[in-house]
């Protein structure tokens, strides 16, 4: 298989499963001598955590991480960096009935399709509590990018049709929804409310901008940087598209709309999102991702089971009525990953003796 | 750098410049056996080639290819093939303004800012025209794909705000749009004809559709069936967005809308564009790419040359009015590379002795 | 770095210091509906470990290991197999004197001068300790090849000059030099006891034998199966030589010495050691490996410190006399996870719809 | 199958059989900005061209390289850098024979097996005209190494049992058998006749010497220096054995003679050959490799046909005597190879902004 392991030079190999005992990440190739302690990463994890926002899954982990090798006194030493997250609060048996079904929109009939066999306890390798291992190999990759002062920025820009129209970065991480703009938290608080209350769930659009980012990552033609984001950013479960810079705007607009002209010292408009012909231009890198309503809602559903029989299901166990905003530090950690990958890279190319 | 080769079992590693003697792709890991002849490729490459639409550019190749290795007496062999085209029309004087000037929206800046160094012969290794060798590889993946009666089809959904509502397989070669809708054609010819006397350029949406596809591929987690052809989409130079299925528009959709439920034998609905989870789920696999409009425009621009100082553009040479109909042929044979690759990777863990 | 992960699709990322908390090692790739359990990797460790053999090192580890993902019910799910083995007996206080001082003939200057920073406490990542994790591995890698009845011996040729003259298979893990000729045991003990009263070490020669091993594995041209295995053997601390079938010894012969004759059914001879143009020829893979004497020795030995300055160093804590018998399953295991990885390989080019 | 690519950062994908059109390399990662010309490949071509030696093969190829992209202006661009050599003097003829029989000491029984097919002529890819396109690569290579003063030399030590006892650099590339010490050079002659006349070949051994490398290069653990090393000269066809250091004589030796004391400024002896732990320790890195005697003889010999039927064969065309000294070349070429892509792989984790 060998799908679990992200980047080339600076590489994250994820492992575990929802109701197994543990989920990891192994680094390799983290540059040594940097700072890093379980806090670091303890931060970014709480952001991911079930459990925290009012109206998120009610499974309640602590998200304790251990770093259990790469780090020697307080700095990386280059070799390895294990990360491991203990699971604890596990209900297996809220998924017995769920061996027999396959859930709509979920992996379970896929999984049972490519491999003849799965964990069906809580999605097993599907689950979205895979992407705690994300976070927190996001938080390392982010003290490489610190170096070079860039900061990777996340938001929701819109949950259940309610979409910001300001963003105030100040206030991401301190509301319920990791949104910008405090304006149009009460409605996406009612919209939620109101969806809860059908049984149903919802999707939405997350922002990423890096900021400070040098001209001159990205490896052309086929691991352009814009390239490896998508992938990045695709490769978390619910996203269903993926669009930088003008996006999908772009196909309606004329070339000289488009086009960013360029002044000394940058560009005058930013419809590139930060990326030429796959390398980065120096301007604020702009990503959105298209996040699909969780499928996991208390409504009855039209299925089949493992014998190919028609069912009527109904999903019982704790979720969250949206991947948002649980998912922005996730998207965050893909971005921060995906840059830190390409800075080493770059460097390999760029740094004479 | 290293970011010129594609895939890891079925892999393809391209060269060439746009003014260069030749470019070309050498495909590594094709299994052996399979039928395959200059002629297979070839039809595949008119498909892309300058000069063969009316309103494309007027450079005229006639990409004649050769292959060089890895074919015994019309069979694949299992080693390496080596493609190559030979530039013939090559007008470098075109160019000679663009040595000191960066054009807007194109990789001038980008590749002066990353290498210290470039061809800035007709774009050089960021030119359209190194898509040549992906269609090329692309025509060798499609006869893996045809072991297991894979088809991929691509087409034109939009041009220039024009949108096709209906879909015709049939006809999508035999139109100057590669447009599966008849009854658009006057309309996209039209605002084609209308931004060429305005001295601009267009942008559109491509759709692909795969059909026949088993259920089965991908690699979890990071190398997702949607992340991979999300990644191998957006390598293409225009490319600003990729959907699967529903896309963006699952964003404001309900969990109860956008699920499919499963039938006996398959789905009732493809919101997931054939994918679950990452994994290929029997159903056709649905993918949209936007297209931004063609950066080298006939109006005059603002830009800056290598010095830093302001200068004004106005672009001179052969170009194109859209990316489109001609990169169509290049994402059908992406996904057709990226296909082939995970068929490769599923049988290595699927196949019993 | 990113040096820590082995193979191409049956891929092993191994992580851990020798006194950090843990080691481990996460297997992707791994074909699903595998039988698995702690049980099957036990036995492979416990002829690795520590305190095993009466003259080996004192650290008296159980090297218990624990299975953390990927195996359901007993069986192999397809997604990463995480193992784990906790530290208990470290001692790190025996090192204490090593933080300013580097042992010759260990990787102490040399990971200085790469990271900058090192672990010294028990050679850190450079530790045999390590190697656990490769055994570990290993054992599951056995379980793809015992689906094929491939079957890997590996022994003790050589020990301090003792030579094995013969090969009885079936002694080879129920003495304390892993040899399979028993005549040779009195040397062998005899000249290992002289060597410790003397404060000094030993090397030897491990060869492996490969049965069972159908023809076609190897990807020509740098991927060969020979050189391959000639990686995977020389990674391992104290190799400093590898030769395949009749290797160095080649050099002297003539052509018509050399070459073994076909014959129906097979080959009259086996100087190629089961391998022609790097694909295995279905003959037994035969491979010898040279293991140098273990550095830390108790005489006094000059070196330099962290400074620079000259410095006569004793070494203390628990050593072992030579590096044989316990990297005897180290190499059988780096053997094993070759030939699984090759064989998944094969089969992505060989198995057929 | 994948296997014809080498590297990690700098890439190297070699394509082309015997008597195919031409052969070439495709090299992805170089650095932007070095001085390369034709003629500093050529120069490295004609050491390992046939029939510049009296007793070398008779085939008559010019090897003439053409580098087709990845230059401008006679520097690299960073860029994907292709070469190819066409092929001339082809003969297939004097294979048609050869289509229904298995040569012993070939891959033709093996690539029969593995692939189910072969390019018989010449002995297809498996032929080693393959290694032409290594050593044009590992030219290339060799200017990157030239950026910080790393020196390969590579010479014979052995032919047909006469050593070289001296080692004068400044000879070896103007005799024929590459040899470093002109006293021997006779007896080499006289070893070459005999066999020659006796319708024989002769193995040897090559050695290499890598001056100036710098402390730091290795990733451990899976890829060590050595390790690397190890695939890099075990992937050219003829070689069986591959020595670091002391080698196999490591294995006789005591730690206190075997360990190389440190003192200020390096080391007191070079046992290690200038690796340890798999990186780099800033001493002469010292590597042997044997090398079998040449497969084609002019003696009958037996073998079996396609059909498995018992055939004797006697084998015609031009035929080396041994593959030294034209192997010679190749060796060095994979070992600047591994160097330069070690060095970049260095440099991503130890530059700094």
Redesign the interface.
Known sequence: ??????G??F?V?????SH?????A?I??????LPLNAADIQVELARRRPGRQAHATRRAEMDQV?I???V?EG?T??????L?IYNRDVRSQDYDELQEV?R????D???Q???????HRGG???SAR?TAARVAAGAVAQKVLA??NIKVIAFTL?L??VRATQVDESIIWDNDFYCPDAGVLPAMQERVQE?RT?G??????VEVRVQGCP??????????L??????????V?AV??????????????????????????GF?GNR??G????????DEIVLKA????????A?E????DVH???RVLRIRGRHDISAIPRIVPVIQAMVRLTLADFL??????????
Chains 1, 2, 3, 4 share one sequence.
């Open positions: 298989m060998s799908g679990n392991t992200f080339r030079l590489r190999t994820t492992w575990g499963e197994g005992p543990a989920l990891g192994v390799d190739g983290c540059p040594p001598r251990e259990l090798s790469g020697f700095l030493t280059g070799t390895p960096i294990s491991i396959f709509p929109g979920h992996g009939f896929t999984y399709r490519k491999y003849g066999i799965r964990d097993g390798r599907a895979e170096q070079e819109e259940g049709g969806v059908q149903d769930s919802l999707g939405g659009i001209a001159g990552l990205g490896e052309p033609v086929f691991d352009k814009d390239a490896a984001l998508a992938q990045a950013v695709m490769s479960g269903k598209g993926v669009e930088i810079g003008a996006g999908f705007a772009a196909a309606g607009m004329l070339g000289s709309e488009h086009n960013d002209p360029l002044i000394p010292g005058a590139a999102g990326i030429l012909a796959g390398i980065s231009n120096g298209a996040v699909k309503p969780i499928p996991s809602i409504k559903q039209l299925t089949i190919g029989q028609p080493l890279r770059h460097r390999a190319i760029s740094c004479e003796p």
